[in-house]
């Protein structure tokens, strides 16, 4: 992985495991950064922390509060400052065949209402079919997943660019190792309709907008799951993947 200018340092205190601490704290150290147009010095800082969260297994919600601050104004700052590398318009030939899984969250109360050690994931198959997941860990005693098996369309006209709308056409889970039995649970009930309002995307990371009950912005930060010898090699490329649909940043400033 190519080093950021000002790459966080993120150490995690060693008397508190992830399995006997609520809270991680990150100690972040972060130097000062010029200005530039696409964010590249936020977008490298918000790379490097949600990296780390992924491989160490922490989620947003157990994050200090300042720690929380930091990341969602590197969140921030990419979105308002960074074109999509890949074009909203151009989200529904990128989902088929890809897995992804949230990563950070600006919004506390995104999985307030799922246990602790609930994560979300997403899995397109092809241009219509998904599955939304709930994965747990072993903590949860005899609940694996649930599965929430969908149908879902991307809008690619000029009115909502990369909105992606899905419904819940069957809830199955895998409790006690009998998969497959019918739930209505954590809000999974067959026929809602749930949307991703695409703001960002590229080949790591797809950022969606949204708006809390009381109408605060908030945004998601999912991140890309590969197979194993898969991933982007970044020793050449800049930094910014810009390998969708020929399309790159600079040729979206024409």
């Excluded at 989620?59 to 990341?71: F, G, K």
């Excluded at 590398?85 to 890809?98: E, Y």
């Excluded at 997403?122 to 903590?139: A, R, V």
């Excluded at 991703?196 to 890309?224: K, L, T």
């Amino acid at each position: 992985m190519k080093v950021y200018p000002g790459l966080l340092s993120l150490l995690f205190s060693v008397a508190c495991s992830f399995q006997t601490c609520r809270t991680k704290h990150f100690k972040i150290f972060a130097l000062s950064s010029t200005k530039n147009n696409i964010a590249d010095f936020e977008y490298g800082e918000m790379r490097a922390v949600i990296e780390t969260m992924e491989k160490e297994r922490v989620p947003s919600r157990d994050l200090s509060v300042p720690d929380r601050a930091l990341v969602e104004g590197y969140v921030r700052k990419v979105v308002s400052d960074r074109p999509s590398v890949i074009p909203l318009k151009d989200i529904a030939r990128v989902l088929p065949k890809s897995k992804w899984r949230l990563g950070f969250s600006t919004e506390g109360a995104t999985l307030g209402d799922l246990p602790k050690d609930a994560e979300v994931e997403l899995e397109f198959f092809d241009e219509d079919k998904m599955d939304y997941i709930l994965q747990f860990s072993k903590k949860t005693a005899g609940l694996n997943r649930l599965v929430a098996k969908s149908s879902y369309k991307v809008d690619s006209t000029p009115l909502n660019p990369g909105l992606v709308t899905f419904v819940y056409d069957q809830i199955v889970t895998d409790v006690f190792g009998l998969k497959n039995i019918g739930v209505g649970f954590f809000g999974l009930l067959k026929g809602k309709t749930n949307f991703i309002e695409s703001i960002y995307m590229d080949n790591r990371f797809w950022i969606e907008r949204g708006y809390s009950a009381e109408g605060s912005e908030y945004y998601n930060v999912y991140v890309r799951k590969f197979e194993p010898g898969s991933e982007p090699d970044d020793d050449t490329d800049d930094g910014s993947n810009r390998w969708q649909m020929g399309s790159t940043v600079d040729d979206q400033w024409d």
